[in-house]
């Protein structure tokens, strides 16, 4: 199509060519209309360029995209207004060195993405942060939702055009880490004998995740690993006599001896001069005070070398306390160390398990008329064993209920299982192990041994009507693993056991008290003067 | 016209309040309290048990228990029995505060017009105590079971057709035979059909009713005992021979105050149902008749509902210890003898100790070894030579005359080794 301008005389004679007389809005129009045709050419060379190139530098801004990324999971995704202020700094730097050195794209809509995929790094997180305080979900799930959004590597990860082998090698692994963190947590929810008694900050996610993967020795009981779990699942399948039980969840802090934040007073210490760590001991305990003997010394290579001077020695823990404790080397030759902090104390760790028992005609009775006896009676559908936190876990046999009681009072048996849950230290000795039965009950054939303790001899803590098996044979035995101890039950006098009653409810408990050994250590280096 | 318009649309409105508000659905006399599955029922009184309780507390337990069906328990024969079960190894009854006959219920009149909306009792059961926690339990939860026996009877009245006629009558028909369908006669057992027919007894013909009832409550039927028992039906359920009987019913029935021979007089229920055949043995009966007459049937059982509630126990608070006396605990690396005679495990093994860690023990060990007797230094220096002087050298530790690792022998910086 022409454009003829005004003035243009159609079908003439003269010249040929007719020019055409641009008014001054013309001008500008066509002006306007070059530069922009110029700029949307540019882009458009730009974008096809960069897509045809593969970034060289891709690979170095993902490292540094993750590692912040790393950072801000560490720190918990920090909500504070400081720390998002210096992230959004980090993020925009990121983004800008992203866009103009490494990806040089320069002002594109792709580096528009760039800025994008950063707030979305920035706020994703938080937004789980927020939802968990919000109660929509658990503040740990927060964390692992949180890791699992890495906005920067699925950005990168999902595009084509920035794919290289290396991206392509290295993405495969991290989506293998990222599963890892998720079945991590999905292991919590395994039919396990133990489940996590605290319920985690989304601030303490890393040190579990690190607890869990990275140091399960240094995990020290307020959670229990995979390791653990894989383990009793181990025995479990190798049918060995295991019986399992849950945590009880304690309200505040946990049960048990806890040593934590063991910190050297420098970054580095020098020879001939004293080396001092610190550290904090806590413990909780219901039932009585916790004594604790201390003790410290370095180690190099894994083997210890030099006893150090603890302050205090032995600690006193009454219900719920925490101390601070010192380990002085007078000094240490040159060269790296780790400085152990030893625990010794006696501590208890109680099972329990209710049974519901009905006599065989009751049950018969239910069963004829397809009445359910689990929900007229208010009768659980299995008994559940429940242990107390702490170095140790009890598992107790667990029936279908209601038990039935047969004429004859025969029972099924009774069973339990007394195994080391925490990974950073030993059951050194088993100091007593006593079960707790109702007086109409007795337990017979027990393997080991039982023997059933004179009523001067129960204890205080022992409610009324109830005897006492003490296991002597297990007593002074060092606990390796698991130990399990099963017994036949019986009813001596049915009608009596019964009364007039529908169902008797009868709680049986186990308590065990052994010698638990602790370490935690730090590492040092002692360099030349 | 508007006017009548508006006049007409109100009126049948205003009729239909009128009639209503003053209609004999409100008069005691004509209401039928023979409805409802229902017969005594408990509740829970308010925080009686708490649904949290500290531990080494008392609390009380009382029960709103009201007769929300037909039959009159009247307290001389007809009377309840509340029972309640609970587990000891967390609460306990306060055996004084208690007596057996405060756990009979003992009248409590059925739905009539005297009393509309039947018996209510408030039953305060005895006191309870949260036991002290045992052990090193937080806070464990425990039911309370509450259940009530009573003896209950269901009766249903009603008008059925009998037609005895064998072949065609061309008379015409007094009533025709029809067999009845119930949903509820104000007790928990229900009759829930009746057919009626007849059975042929030479040229005459008996009055026959096939009569079906249903366990529709929330219970349990227990065993049905003799009239002279009534008065301890509950306590006679807990013998074997009463509990074989479970979820039995007695039946009988009366057509125009005639007695009916029922088979079986004792229904055992089956999947809460049951049935049995009445028939007229004796008194008028014949061929040819065609009458209304009244049917009584009662069903005589015994029956149990139960309540229960979960109650948490709470810590009240921290223990209480004794500072005075110190466990005299051996240090971790000792053993007690006995007497507060503690001795490195190292020598007790030296001695013959029969520990598991003491397979490596030899007869000549004992915990004289320090840091310096236990390394052996390559390139010929002593460890005090490189302590002193700062040289870097390599060491190595002798496995072979000490023993390191987590087994503890000795106390931290001394090692089990061959005697020095």
Known sequence: MKAYAAGDKLGGKGSAKAKPVKSPGDKIDNKVQKTKNYLLDKLRKGRNAYHKHKPSGIGIFLIVALALYAWDAYSGFNTSPSAMGVLMIIYAAISIIGAFLLFQTGPSLDSMKLFGVSIMALLIPRAFVYASSWGAISPDWAWVFGVLAAPWFWYIYSKEEYKTPAIEGWGKLIIVF?????????????????????????????????????????????????????????????????FTGQVEQNKDEPLGVYLEDLTPTEPIFYEKWPVVVWATLSGKSFEDIIRVDIGCHAKKDDLPIMAGEVNPKKVELFFNEETGLQCTFDSLPKGNYKVVFTTSFDFSTHGYITYTFVELETKRRYYEQRISIHDDLSIPRNAQAIYTNGPAAIGLMSHALPITVNPDGSLPPFGLTFAEVWQNGDIKRINTLEVQVPEEIQLENCVPEATLKADSDKGTDVPKNYDVYEFKTVIGNEVKMFTTITCDMKISDVPSFMNSNLKVVKTFAVKANYKYIMDKSVSIRVEDV | ????????????????????????????????????????????????????????????????????????????????????????????????SISKADLVVEELFGKSYTHPKGGIGVYVLPSFMAEKIAGQRESPDTDLFISVCYPYRTTLADEVCIDTSDFVDVREKVCEVENKVYTSQGAPLVVTSVDVGNRKDGSLMRPSFLIKIENKGSGMVLAPVEEKDLSEACELQKESYYKSRWNSVKISAELSSEKLTCIPDEIHLRDERGFATCFLDGGVYGGNLNYYSSLVVKLDYVYMTSISKKIELIRSGIPTYDYSTDSGNCQYWQTDVGGGNCIDNCALCAQGANFPFCDIVDSDWDCSCGANECLSVIGSKKIEEWLGKQTEVEIEFANGNCIFGAVSLCQPGKFCCVKQ
């Open chain 1, 178 to 242: 990222l599963l890892l963190v998720l079945l991590l947590k999905l292991s919590d929810y395994l039919p396990a004998s133990n489940q996590i008694g605290d319920t985690l900050d989304p601030k303490s996610g890393w040190q579990t995740f690190k607890d869990k993967i990275i140091n399960p020795a240094e995990h020290i009981g307020k959670g229990v690993s995979l390791i653990d779990k894989l383990k009793t699942t181990l025995n479990q399948s190798l049918n060995m006599e295991y």
């Open chain 2, 1 to 96: 016209m508007i006017k009548n318009k508006k006049y007409f649309f109100w009126m049948p409105w205003i009729l239909l309040l009128i009639l209503t508000s003053c209609g004999p659905g409100n008069n005691p006399y004509l209401e039928n309290y023979y409805t409802g599955i229902k017969g005594v029922e408990m509740e829970f009184i308010g925080n009686s048990p708490p649904d949290e309780i500290y531990e080494g507390t008392e609390f009380p337990l009382a029960v709103f228990i009201s007769n929300e069906g037909a039959f009159s328990l009247n307290g001389s024969l007809y009377k309840g029995t509340l029972s309640y079960s609970f587990d000891p190894y967390y609460l306990s009854v306060k055996s004084d």
